[in-house]
Nanobody, 124 residues
């Protein structure tokens, strides 16, 4: 079973940067895609970014393209989300997820393992 733990959340001002990290307790090749999601108060959870463990191919939500970058370190079993030019509307609980790829281009997956989440608050 894959266990995921997020870290790196916090309170920042608009325009600042923040880096989130997700540590996976075990790497299973059946879970070949890692993703980041977020959920703001009163809203549904939404997709943010995804990355393939093997190829490193990525996919981003339109709202974060050009500002966020997802990366992975297979040796450390970690996936990071670098968030730049943060906006108040980026405020949410951010979740790491692991899943099985269902499409290559754009990269899509069925996610079935989730972390507990980390809070990101961006003040204006």
């Amino acid at each position: 079973q894959v266990q995921l733990a997020e870290s790196g959340g916090g309170l920042v001002q608009a325009g600042d940067s923040l880096r989130l990290s997700c540590a996976a307790s075990a790497r299973t090749f059946s879970r070949n895609v890692m993703g980041w999601f977020r959920q703001a108060p009163g809203k549904e959870r939404e997709f943010v970014a995804a990355i393939s463990w093997s190829s490193g191919s990525t996919n981003y939500a339109d709202s974060v393209k050009g500002r966020f970058t997802v990366s992975r370190d297979g040796a450390k079993n970690t996936v990071d989300l670098q968030m730049n030019s943060l906006k108040p509307e980026d405020t949410a609980v951010y979740y790491c997820a692991a899943g099985v790829r269902i499409a290559v281009a754009p990269l899509r997956a069925r996610f079935d393992y989730w972390g507990q989440g980390t809070q990101v608050t961006v003040s204006s």
